[in-house]
Structure formats: C-alpha cells, structure tokens
C-alpha cells in the first residue's frame, strides 16, 4: 500500500511518532508544509528557507543537529520533502503554484491513500487536484476551535475540505474529539471515523540529562500562551501555594500569541518565585525545563486533547491539568497526575499543594515510568491500517 501523508510543522510531534510506525507497514511519502511563520515551531530548527524550490528534502533546510536528531525517524520511508510556501499569506499565486508542483509530485506515485494531517488555508489549493485520488484520510485535531482562536482562516479550510466530494475517513486522538466533530458537524457523519491512542511522545528524550544528574526545581507551564490555556487561573492560584510553600519555583515558558498579557502585578508581587519566558523556547532548553520540573500544570479552560500532556509524559513528567476536553481519558487520577475543575483556582491551588506535599509527586512520576511509549506507538498501526484499508 502507497500513502502519502501530508502535515503542517505544527503537529510534526506526533507526526514523526506516526511515521516511525508507519513507515514499517507501507511505502510512505512524507510531505512537510512549511511556512514563514512555522521555521520555528514544535521541534523544527530550520538552518535557511530556499528560494525558488517547493519541495526540497530535510537536510537543505534543517540545521545539523535538528536533522539528526529526525533522522532515525526519516530513515526508512520512501520520500520526505518540505513543501515550502515562500509568501507569508495563505492565499496567493505562490501558494497556488507549491500545490500544484506537489500534486505533480504525488501523482506519480499512484498512492491508495491520501493523508492530511489537519489543514489550513495553504492546503485548500490541492483541493482542486484531489478529485484524482480515491481515497482521502484526515486527521481532525480541534473540531472546535480553542476559546479566542477562532477566525475565518479557521473555518473557510474546513468548509472546502469537509465539502469535498471524495470518499473521507477522519481520524482523532481522542474519543472526546471524535464525539465533538460528530456533534458539531452533523452532515459528515456518512463518513466512517476512527480515534487513535494518543501516547507519550518519545522525541524530546534524546536531549535530556542522565537521570542521576536531574534535580527537581520547580512547577512548569509550558507552550503557546494563549486565552483558553487558564494562565490567569494558574497565577490567581499561586498566592496560595507559596504561602504554603515560600520557597517554591514557577516557571512559565512559551510565546505569548498576539493580543494575549499576563497580569504583571502578580509576576511583579512573586518576582522571586516566579520566572516568565516569554519567546520561543528551543528543544534543548524545553527538555532540560520539563526533566527538571516537579510537575507540569495544564489549568485549561477548554481543550481537545494535548501534546503538552504527552511530552511532559514522555520525559516521565507528571501532570494537574483541568478535567476538560481529553485530560480525563489520559490522566488516570492519582497514578499519572491530578485533575481538578477548570476555572477554579482554590481548587487549582489545593491540586498543587496535594502533588508537593511530602514530594507526592514523586510517586507519580514513578507510575509514568513503567509505560514504553514506542510500545503504545505500535498499537495505533493496526487501527491505522484498518482504517487505509477500509
């Protein structure tokens, strides 16, 4: 079986775990869209953007060391290309002209299956091309957009692609996305669904210190700062951990979206115990954050499910995150973490409190340890190929 699988760098984290398992059952053709914007999001360093190429292969684009660190999960598959979109736009006549090379490309290779993991506006000019391919899978990340994140360039890709009149398969991460795409988009329920397990993402390990080396020093947010992620929760909540415990370490890490502030008169009040990184944090930085930290808090308002969690449990991170979207279907009460209602900050606060007391966190970290993510990796490709061959 031929598949071409095609993503965006935004979701390249789980996207190379998929590959590792895929590329061992079908001859796989990977295609990257890159941006502007994406050369340096999730695990990407990108060394330089070509001009005048749509797809260029992983060593003209990635830095050394970022492209060996991705080699062993590369090696193997049949093609692995960065398409390359030069204009910061979504919509122009370079855009129009990167789809119609890479379907060019694709063709070629006569694939069985066609899959896109998530889209956006970049994507809708393959749509005119897809006609050619009998079937189309796509992987659904948020059905419903993040609490401040909604916007037409949102919606208008998922009125093209969810119109499209081929023959779809979507797949989620989680039954609770799945039950929300089935909720909100009614019309596409004669299309056949599958959720596969999301599992612990193991990329980030191969960074990290050796374990005797590791001292624990602080609680971690990390990621996008935006509205839904419950920032104004954490911090309302944080008076009353310090008060328990003076001498405990805040550390938030991660850029903050356009439009979106932190309270600075919290952040000026525990300027000792709490540190803000507000930039792009690089892979190196972000495992030794994550390996050093206690815990990661994930106060969300709303979610689906979250690459947070997973990489904070691939480096055997326990995790309080609120009981929203997905959390409760991968955090097992008081084994792997703690969950605690959203918008609410006493309970937030009791949470935090619950996992330092007597180092109870470290207890739970122990629990992360006996699971083997490439093992819970492996377990999706019999999902996904049922899911190609139906």
């Not at 602080?218 to 954490?234: A, E, T, V, W």
């Not at 972000?286 to 499910?305: G, H, M, S, W």
Request: aromatic residues 12%.
């Amino acid at each position: 079986m031929t598949v071409v699988y095609y993503m965006q760098v935004s979701f390249l984290d789980v996207s190379i775990e998929l590959i590792n398992v895929m590329k061992k059952h079908v001859q796989l053709h990977v295609l990257i869209e890159l941006t502007p914007h994406g050369k340096n999001l999730t695990i990407l360093e990108i060394e330089k953007f070509p001009e005048g190429k749509t797809l260029v292969k992983p060593e003209e684009v990635l830095t050394k060391r970022c492209y060996e660190n991705l080699k062993p999960y590369f090696a193997g598959v049949a093609s692995v290309h960065f398409v390359m979109h030069s204009h910061r736009t979504g919509f122009s006549y370079s855009t129009l002209q990167a789809s119609f090379d890479t379907w060019k490309y694709i063709r070629q290779f006569k694939p069985d299956i066609l899959h896109f993991e998530t889209f956006g506006l970049r994507t809708i000019g393959m749509l005119f091309y897809l006609k050619a391919f009998k079937n189309v899978c796509i992987t659904i990340h948020d059905p419903v957009p993040h609490t401040g994140e909604d916007s037409w360039k949102v919606t208008l890709p998922r009125t093209f692609m969810f119109g499209l009149p081929v023959k779809k398969k979507y797949l989620f991460y989680s039954q609770f996305a799945k039950q929300q795409f089935e909720e909100h988009y009614k019309k596409q329920k004669q299309h056949k669904t599958t959720v596969l397990q999301m599992s612990p993402y193991g990329y980030l390990k191969k960074m990290v210190k050796p374990e005797l080396a590791i001292q624990k020093k602080h609680i971690l947010f990390f990621g996008r700062l935006s509205p839904y992620k419950g920032i104004d929760d954490l911090l309302k909540a944080m008076p009353a951990v310090f008060a328990a415990f003076p001498n405990e370490q805040l550390v938030i890490a991660g850029k903050a979206v356009h439009g979106f502030d932190i309270d600075e008169e919290i952040l000026k009040k525990y300027k000792n115990n709490i540190t803000l990184l507000d930039k792009h944090v690089p892979n190196e930085e972000l495992a030794i954050l994550i390996q050093e930290a206690k815990f990661i808090v994930c106060p969300y308002k709303d979610a689906t499910q979250s690459g947070v969690l997973m990489t904070a449990f691939g480096l055997n991170t326990p995790v309080i995150a609120t009981s929203v979207g997905s959390f409760p279907e991968f955090i097992r009460e008081n084994v792997n973490g703690l969950l605690v209602p959203p918008g609410d900050p006493e309970k937030l606060a009791e949470g935090i409190c619950f996992a330092l007391r007597n180092d109870h966190y470290k207890q739970l970290a122990q629990n992360i340890k006996r699971t083997t993510a490439e093992d819970m990796w492996s377990r999706n490709t019999e999902i996904l190929l049922h899911a190609y061959a139906s």
